[in-house]
């Protein structure tokens, strides 16, 4: 089994990295603080509703992950040496979801996840499948 994939909001706008991503044999997890800022681009930008993103998510067969105590907790320990929480919470939140290794973080903004060792971008992932 390949490691899972944690998807950062700004992965979804990589239409060739969707594409490859449904070839992908490991668990694809969209984190609830990322599908909550996908909704909200569906609803507002796109005029469709949610229903429309979770029949796209459905097909590419990725996984909503729920955020729970630990995460919550997790990213709070992230913020502790870095960039203020309050305007970071959402880059805190949804790499929390990208521990323990070997889960691995996809974003097109690397430097909004600093606080994490495992992030690649969708080009730099999909070369290693």
């Keep these: 089994m390949n490691d899972p994939l944690i998807l950062d909001t700004c992965a979804f706008s990589d239409k060739d990295f969707l594409y490859k991503l449904r070839k992908y044999h490991g668990r694809k997890i969209l984190p609830a603080v ?9 609803v507002k930008n796109k005029k469709k509703n949610p229903q429309h993103l979770d029949r796209l998510l459905n097909q590419i ?24 929480f ?39 992932i999909s070369k290693k499948f």
């Design 86 to 124: 309050k305007l970071h919470h959402r880059d805190y939140l949804i790499g929390a979801h990208a521990f323990p290794p070997p889960r691995k973080m996809i974003t097109i903004n690397k430097k909004d996840f600093w606080f994490l060792n495992n992030v690649y971008t969708p080009e730099e």
């Design 61 to 84: 067969d990725i996984e909503v992950d729920q955020l729970d105590k630990l995460r919550a907790q997790y990213a709070a320990l992230y913020s502790k040496d870095g960039k203020d």
């Design 34 to 42: 990322a599908y909550s800022e996908l909704c909200a681009h569906y």
